[in-house]
């Protein structure tokens, strides 16, 4: 099949292209270049997961190649540490079928290029892995194709001159359907783009945020439908705020606010900048000359946090990381049984956690991070990124053509088989339980923003915000002057040094 060059598959299939090229060119204006409408789908916003429509399928056009056996090095992180254990990644590599979906969908998927290319994948794991990296330039050693890390250390990296540039890359399509549209806009740094989230990996829907919320409490205290709300685009900051805000029930009755007791929403601090995100705001967005700026001083942002203020700060909100991290105390797992008992009603996660709650007893249903009013175009879902994770090549590579053809045909090939396994399987069947589900989860998907101003963590904005929610702390203003001439350093630095590396 990757032997294959694209071609038209009758009218019909011109349409299907036609379609998907206006969705990878379309933005929402002022949302940094993101994609997707309320109710639009996956496939409309460049991320069609049908794993049915084979006739459809889209394939680049990489020859016929003989690699001779050649073996294919994947670097990626990997780390010992519990509050990790369900981010380690799970995407690279099988050693052999198991019954297991995602696992399959990655021996298959490695087995078709390895048979189609003559090439073998393998996978190093290292905790240390940005040094064995780093180590491995130094020495100018062409021993790593692909390097495989978080979000956060490849921004933090990307001016070293460890990775090359996507873009030289001939036979890598950055424009198609397999790679992320949404990041590649916003992570590159004055055209250049030294790495990206693609369907070859599932961290960045995994460490996309989203609410969920306990069906049997909703019931309970009768309120209105909330797949109709976000169909409808009337999911809003204040309608999950007024739902909210009265929730809460000393259930043992020791007059203490405490994990024991019932409330209206659980959120990670993290949910600031998610809620910001959908609401609108930024850290940065891009110039004409695709440079960051800040924007978090702009009435947008402002008011969006405010909201999240509003709606984390009030009584019937628990903020995990503020209660239990002080203490000691496993601030996921606590609040997770808290949900799973049926004493939260909604749950601000990551998309990865929702697979920890395949065997709770009361139904839950999954939607969208609210929108600040009704009339905003688009949801917004925020890959984190401290878990979230992208690719980059090491500049080391020789044989760019080589690395190349197997990284885009491992990516293609992961649309059509690993990316069902992820999303039809572990999510629509095995976890949420609700057809309604699949809307939603196409909006998330469709709708993920990667904020400059976050990633590559501009005057430590991005930390220092969620941070304030451990003390309540509102005044954004005074965090934005104090960090102003920082940030603003953080990005000529940034931009200057990733010149350099052109020359």
Known sequence: MFGKKFKTIGFLFVICFVLICLSCSSGAEGNGGETGETG???????????????????YPDLGEKNFEGHEFKVLAMTTTHIDWEKWKHRDIYAEDENGEPINDAVYKRNRYVEDKYNCVVS????????????????ADDDEYELFYTTLGNLAGSAATGNYMD???????????????????KSLSIGGKLYFCPSDLILLHYNAASA??????????????DLYSLASSGKWTIDKLTGITKDI?????????????DLYGIACYRDALLGIMHSAGGRICEKDGQDLPYLTLNSE????????????????????LHKELEPRGLPVYDITERMFMEDRVLFYSVLLRDVEQFRGMESDFGIIPVPKLTEA????????NQHVGRAIAVPVTVRDKER??????????????????????ITLQRKVSRDNESEAMLDMIFSSRIYDPGAIYNFGNYSMDLIMMTMTQNRNVISLYEKNENRANSDIEKLTANLQKLEN
Do not use: C
């Not at 639009?40 to 889209?58: F, G, K």
């Not at 905003?376 to 890959?383: A, D, E």
């Not at 990284?407 to 999303?423: D, G, H």
């Open 40 to 58: 639009r789908t996956a496939e409309q916003n460049n991320q069609n997961i049908d794993a049915d429509a084979v006739a459809d399928r889209l």
């Open 123 to 138: 996978e190093i794991l290292a905790e240390d892995h940005m040094n064995v990296l780093a180590k491995s330039v130094r």
């Open 166 to 184: 996507l873009n030289e890359f001939p036979v890598i399509g950055l424009d198609a359907p397999w790679w992320d549209i949404n990041a590649k």
């Open 211 to 224: 609410i969920i919320f306990n069906k049997k409490m909703l019931k309970d205290y009768e309120l209105e």
């Open 248 to 260: 809460y029930q000393d259930i043992n009755g020791d007059g203490n606010m405490d994990e024991n």
């Open 300 to 319: 947008n942002a402002i008011t969006a946090l405010n909201k999240a203020f509003d709606l984390m700060y009030a009584p019937s909100a628990w903020n």
């Open 376 to 383: 905003q175009q688009s949801y917004g879902s925020t890959v």
């Open 403 to 424: 690395a190349g053809t197997i990284i885009e045909a491992l990516t293609a090939e992961s649309k059509y088989t690993l990316l069902p396994a992820y999303y039809d």
